[in-house]
């Protein structure tokens, strides 16, 4: 399944935000993406690859670029807390769609002084008027005096404006309290900092009560293998600043190992670029230079927090995958490493072969055993009903930052509409039915990450676009290359729906009954084999439709002049499954 409002997922196995958990077989997932999911079944294991771990404790991610093919590890950082879940996102009741453009929430301003009360009676007695204005004269002249005296002085500092580093002609205090805010140098200095991973540069601009979850957020990148950061600001037009206090919309993201590279020669729009995927927090900075600049004192999940955001992470990096969990997990993420692996090597070999080039090359990917954990990451605990909260597994899409000062011409920017690939999380319902069920399940999820990867900007195509494209190269890794075998999950699930089959292909209907949605997992991904058997192309289906919106059959007219027909793909399935 992927993430981003999906309304329903498989029994468990493979899937991306949203595959509702397994019964006895497990079944298929849905998609969520920043919001769809999905589950899925057992099948046999692909042989193993005979990846080697090393010894988990004390290991330090390496960097990326200089990664061996086995691992890379833990860390054991300061204890953090969790943030405050944010308030709920409005999502479609189901499928895969970006979210919109966030509403940014007025700037909090520190509570202003009353103004003194209003004096009762009449005017004052002369004697009183005279005293005044003898005294404003002489304040008028002791303030002459004192503006010629020094004519050069710099501003003094206002409240709440921090310290900040002068060496490069900043940091200077803001000529008036109240302002607009550009943060312009800021960005700058953070990007920097940032892009060479210097941890001193980038603290310099951090103090107060961001320096604990920036801390934390700063180590965990460094088990992910990050190579490099970035830092955007958002909804810019309307900043401002009062008391020399800003609080901003931010984004905060790194090229991690597990973050696509778009190959050089493929025909990708973002060929030779890099995703530095990024997720939203709220900052509170102390201005300076009349908006231009300053110290970020206050730190805060802006929407649903990532894994990174939470506790100290331990990774396992391997040459296709990078999997990952809490400290506490340790045994599990090693015992999973390897078949991430093979799962993410078949995925990027069946693009290679398919098509001549795989877009994404490595995989990331979160575990744990603990229910509350596994939902606390990327989804609102409002969300958590039905399916959802039993889901097998789930890929979450993410944004790319939002173009600004100091982001390299090689990252990818864009904003919330745009696609940075995604994250997988596998949950309790996904690891209790066996490492092959599991395997299908990571399977499943990869290939919505790499579908993520190929359209960088989709429309909402819906479960039987999304979750059958997963589920049909999902029975492909079970079968070895042969397409729904009888000993499989999918094989036996599929022989047992076409029983039952009405005439019309699946909708997105079929996917909210938790009880029958095995069967449009399995019946979607049998859309795809149908169109193969026809001689379309497949992978050029299941872009294009992710790509448009458009139903399959609409697609395989389009791009292939082929009749997809319900009465052809009923036929084809009888004969064939019957």
């Given amino acids: 399944m992927s993430h981003e409002a999906p309304s329903s997922a498989g029994p468990g196995g493979p899937g991306s935000v949203g595959s509702p958990g397994p019964t006895v077989d497990p079944a298929p997932s849905v998609y969520p993406q920043a919001w769809p999911p999905s589950p899925y079944a057992q099948g046999p294991q692909a042989p193993r690859s005979g990846v080697h771990f090393p010894e988990p404790a004390g290991r330090v991610a390496e960097p990326v670029g200089s990664l061996p093919s086995a691992a890379s ?15 709920p996102v409005q999502m479609p009741p189901y499928g895969y769609r970006y979210r919109e453009m966030p509403a940014y929430p007025a700037p909090r301003f520190p509570p202003q002084a009353p103004p003194p009360p209003r004096r009762r009676g009449g005017p004052p007695p002369g004697w009183v008027m005279a005293l005044g204005a003898v005294l404003v004269v002489a304040l008028v002249v002791l303030a002459s005096l004192a503006y010629l005296q020094d004519r050069n002085a710099e501003p003094t500092a206002g409240p709440g404006t921090a310290e900040m580093p002068t060496d490069d002609g900043y940091g200077r205090p803001n000529t008036n309290a109240d302002g607009r805010f550009t943060g312009t140098h800021l960005s700058e200095q953070l990007n920097a900092a940032l892009a060479a991973r210097d941890r001193d540069a980038f603290f310099r601009y951090v103090s107060g009560d961001a320096v604990e979850p920036l801390s934390l957020w700063w180590d965990n990148m460094g088990v992910l293998g990050w190579s490099r950061g970035v830092f955007s600001m958002q909804g810019l037009q309307n900043s401002s600043y009062r008391d020399n206090t800003a609080v901003q919309s931010v984004q905060l993201g790194a090229v991690t190992a597990g973050s696509p590279a778009i190959p050089a020669d493929s025909d990708h729009p973002d060929a030779g670029r890099e995703y530095a995927p990024v997720n939203g927090y709220r900052a509170t900075i102390a201005v300076s230079d009349d908006g231009a600049s300053g110290m970020i004192t206050g730190w805060e999940v802006e929407e649903d927090p990532a894994p990174w955001d939470l506790e100290p992470l331990y990774a396992v990096i391997t040459e296709h995958s990078v ?25 990027v070999e069946r693009y290679e072969t398919e098509t001549g080039v795989a877009n994404a090359q490595r995989f990331l990917s979160f575990y744990s055993e603990d229910m509350d954990t596994f939902n606390s990451w990327f989804i609102n605990p409002d969300e958590l ?22 982001i390299g011409e090689d990252i990818a920017t864009g904003g ?12 309790p319902n996904g ?7 599991t395997q299908d399940t990571i399977t499943h999820e990869f290939i919505h990450a790499i579908h993520e990867v190929n359209v960088p900007e989709a429309a909402y195509a819906g479960s039987p676009v999304t979750e059958g494209w997963a589920t049909y190269n999902e029975s492909l890794f079970q079968g070895h290359g042969t397409y729904a075998t009888r000993l499989s999950y999918t094989g ?20 909210e009954d938790v009880e029958d949605v095995g069967c449009a997992y399995s019946l979607s991904g049998s859309m795809y084999a149908y169109a193969e058997s026809l001689g379309i192309d497949v992978f050029d289906l299941s872009d294009t439709a992710l790509e448009t919106g458009e139903s399959l059959p609409r697609t395989a007219m389009e791009i292939a002049d082929t009749d997809l027909t319900a009465e052809g793909w009923t036929a084809w399935l009888e004969a064939n499954f019957g």
Wanted: glycine share 14%; with cysteine; proline share 11%.
């Fill in 492 to 511: 036996r699930v599929l022989r047992d729906c076409v029983e039952d089959l009405d005439g019309s292909f699946p909708s997105e209907r079929d996917f």
């Fill in 73 to 87: 590890g833990g860390w054991s950082p300061p204890g953090g807390t969790r943030p405050a879940p944010p308030a």
């Fill in 416 to 427: 919330w509409n745009t696609t940075a690939g995604g994250v997988v999380t596998v949950g």
């Fill in 323 to 347: 999997v990952a969990g809490y400290v506490d997990e340790v045994a599990l993420i090693d015992s999973v490493a390897e078949p991430a692996e093979e799962s993410a090597q078949w995925v």
């Fill in 431 to 437: 690891l209790a039915y066996g490492i092959s069920d």
């Fill in 385 to 406: 009903d039905g399916w959802t909260g039993d889901r097998a597994g789930t890929l979450f899409p993410q944004s790319r930052p939002f173009p600004g000062p100091g």
